[in-house]
């Protein structure tokens, strides 16, 4: 196993970069006590050395034949593997997250690396359309196109404060970038500038060992207003990835907004991850939703994408039921370390909100530590619910909404009132059916992912996955930033017509040299 | 044949509207004379019964079952077909176009929506993926999940001036909105009005003969600054085609950016599609390149946004012999009608400009009529195009420029000084095999569609097309707007976890009634 010394310091293009700004230290918020090293952080003209080198990176990585470009991404995979305890190790003092929580991130970050090297062996990613020519089609002959999907350039990926590892360093973000031929400037996240660091090099130790172009990879520290907005607006930037708050996915919009040539950014904001617990689902039985309800909001202090925030009970009996064997799970549970002082703080302040807005149904117990607070669930009738804005304003971390409702009837017209969402859930049984089809259409147009009897944390990493969805979950509906269609993200089409064939990139040289998948006059053609 | 009476009214959800605001008339561009009759334009308020009735009819145009979703798109091609005769009259009166190239255009367009057809009928832009479920997967047991691509929800298309019939009414945009199940809100160009209520009657009728909510289409008419920017910014539409001048694209791309929900825009704006001759091919002879050439620059009076506007042409005893054929045939030619009063105006601005900027090689004659200016080609040096950002601006109409330069090594780093582009062009022997390989990966980066031994005008509609590209020739680089991938930008994927087979929407259902072609745990299975 590799050790990795902390530098405290950003690595630009392979290089170890001492940042000429005011230094920070990460802060365990188990104990508030702060982490060495001290993180030096670098200023804008630093930044372009970073963005620079990616674009000269950018002409011979986006262009690696498939079988170097897969090996790439297993090493990266290979190496993160290689020093596994010593990130769970920093992680864990980083962001108070558990050991097993830990493992498992780590596990799915090398994984979704490897399912990309095998995206990338497949090709079906690089969308290869051929028309062939028709010399007698009258009154034109048509002449010989084929299209491909090509690399957008450097792309700049933030790190998440939730997820150090798969939506951090060497997260969805980077993966799926690099799988698409992206060279990557990334900005770490303040509160895990170990992980992160030793996170980046892993990866830079993978691009050295590939002999790729340094620039393909930088992992920089940097102030968020001066930094992380000229990451933004640089010009050899040609993509964003963002996950984390509102305000946050925000501010990126806005920056990429004043720059000259238009980028897309692709920010994972908010989402309240609605929960419709059906009648027949509740005749059902409650012990089992309400466990399962319950570890799936406090699960990692709540600090999930896909928490459920807002679950819809029927009323009657049953539902009571349902609401007593939260409150008695609620009551007895106590606070998680969250991940940081501010995301604790913004939480206090988000409940302190709630508690003016809903009834309390169960309060927990505080937890060790200063930024554990007790979890919380709140309770609402749908009328309250329907009529209150402040109801629908997702609270990131260990509380959760019960919205009561008289008749299932009233759910589409609730479900049309919500804002756009990442998921959206139905406990049903075949009693329910009729009703959920009503819900369905409803609830496709809101979410990006529906799913039935479970609950929306836990998101798969394949090629179905859709961890997406429409504003505010995301800026931009039309992707994924989890499963292997988060390739698309950073690819355009181009097309070639007329060509010989001796120069024609090999996706689309009619000898078909790596075997891409093909659409051919129409018709879908496996090598 | 149906012959259509011209109201002079805008058509809201099959209602035909008196709008509010002041008539206008359509101009000939060949007298100058107004047309009859009139027509009224709408206000914002009416604009809103047009986007309302577009939401309203979006849950059920948006899950046509394929038979019949393919078989509205062939109604609408085969209604415009009906009509050919009186809309090729009318568009010539409007538009100053000759009837051939109307004729043509005619039959793109309804070829262009049987093509949807058949892109409805195959499925694959349904983009279903299945992830099967893996019960004994440990440590944790793999959920069934699956996605498909749904409409995006009612689509603003905006009118081009140059394509009275493929880039309008019923054009590519509205033929992919359409095929992607979108309503669409159309707001029609003002300078053929006429065309445009002819066609948006044949699309009503179509509407009405398969029974669909008539909420599907509306052809407005209406001042920009008023009605097309609330078009833009109205909550229920959910993205916008536009294909016109720069000026106009980023206005809307402006407009847009101040909704609260962002959406996507797609606007196909200015080109100058650079054709690079390399010495191989000028060497082999000069006077059939310079016949393609001035044909391709003048033909629709230039008005294509992929005219070449910029060509570059080697020094030397060739190379002059190719200008000399061109001065000779642009010296002989007379100029054509252009599209409007307003488009000849700033064409001749543009051309006093370059005037000033660069030589004139060669100038024809003015045509009949006031709006027919002669057509022009200037010349420069290389060094003074890379030097002048004005050389570097897309003249609407039939000016182009010729660039001399003194070795093809000067060309990759030219191609990187461009903007980006709809196309570029290379004319090559296997003798600049070795160039043309260095210039291909800047090309790519540059433009949507490469081609060689051939004029870039001239779109072929199939699958394989690319008439995209980067800033500033359309506003996003990821997409089409022309071809089969064109549907693309009106779709994003949801996904269906642990659904109930009975509760699963048809393209996803195990059992695939409607035979699409899926990716299968990551593998291609066609129906």
Not at 497 to 508: D, I, K, S, T, Y
């Amino acid at each position: 196993m590799t050790s990795t010394e902390l530098t405290g310091h950003s690595v630009i293009a392979g290089r170890t970069v001492a940042g000429t700004g005011k230094p920070f230290q990460a802060i365990d918020p188990a104990s508030g006590e702060s982490l060495e090293p001290a993180y030096s952080q670098i200023d804008v003209d630093q930044l372009h050395e970073a963005t620079a080198a990616a674009a000269a990176a950018f002409p011979s990585f986006s262009t690696l034949p498939p079988e170097k470009h897969a090996a790439f991404l297993e090493s990266v995979a290979d190496e993160i593997d290689a020093v596994r305890d010593e990130i769970i190790e920093r992680a864990a003092a980083e962001t108070g997250l558990p050991a097993p929580r830990l493992t498992g991130e780590v596990a799915r970050t090398s994984g979704q690396l490897r399912m990309f090297a095998g995206v990338v062996r497949s090709g079906l990613f690089r969308g290869v359309r051929v028309d062939l020519a028709q010399p007698e089609r009258s009154p034109m002959p048509r002449l010989d196109i084929r299209q491909r999907k090509v690399a957008l350039g450097p792309v700049a990926v933030f790190g998440a404060s939730n997820f150090p590892l798969a939506f951090s360093t060497a997260g969805g973000d980077t993966a799926s970038a690099f799988a698409a031929g992206c060279p990557v400037v990334f900005k770490a996240h303040s509160s895990h500038p170990g992980t992160s660091e030793i996170v980046a090099a892993a990866i830079t130790r993978a691009v050295k060992a590939h002999d790729l172009h340094p620039g393909v990879f930088s992992a920089i520290f940097g102030p968020g207003r001066t930094v992380g907005q000229s990451l933004v607006t640089d010009p050899a930037i040609q993509a964003v990835g963002f996950t984390g708050s509102r305000s946050g996915g925000m501010a990126l919009v806005a920056a990429s907004a004043s720059r000259e040539v238009p980028i897309p950014v692709y920010a994972e904001m908010s989402s309240v991850n609605p929960v419709f617990i059906l009648p027949g689902a509740i005749a059902d039985g409650v012990d089992e939703l309400a466990a399962g309800y319950v570890t799936s909001a406090l699960g990692s202090s709540g600090q999930l994408c896909t928490q459920p925030g807002n679950v819809f009970v029927p009323r009657g009996e049953q539902g009571d039921a349902f609401v007593a064997a939260v409150q008695r799970a609620i009551t007895a549970a106590s606070g998680l370390t969250m991940l940081s002082p501010s995301i604790a703080g913004a939480w206090r302040e988000g409940v302190a909100t709630r508690d003016e807005h809903a009834d309390v149904a169960a309060r927990g117990s505080e937890g060790e530590g200063p930024y554990a607070p007790a979890p919380v669930v709140h309770s609402a009738s749908l009328d309250r619910f329907l009529a209150d804005d402040v109801l629908h304003e997702e609270i990131f971390g260990a509380a959760s909404l019960i919205i009561r409702y008289d008749t299932v009837s009233e759910l589409p017209a609730a479900a049309e009132r919500l804002e756009g969402q990442l998921t959206a859930t139905l406990h049903l049984t075949d009693a329910d059916a009729a009703e959920a089809r009503a819900l369905i259409p409803v609830l496709e147009r809101k979410a990006g992912r529906i799913l039935a009897n479970g609950w929306p944390t836990g998101v798969e990493v394949g090629h179905a996955m859709v961890h997406g969805g429409p504003f505010p979950s995301t800026s931009d509906s039309r992707t994924t930033s989890v499963g292997s269609l988060a390739i698309e993200r950073f690819l355009r089409p181009v097309a070639y017509q007329n060509l010989p064939e001796a120069l024609l990139p090999e996706p689309v040289q009619e000898a078909n040299p790596w075997g891409v998948p093909r659409l051919v006059d129409g018709r879908i053609e496996t090598a």
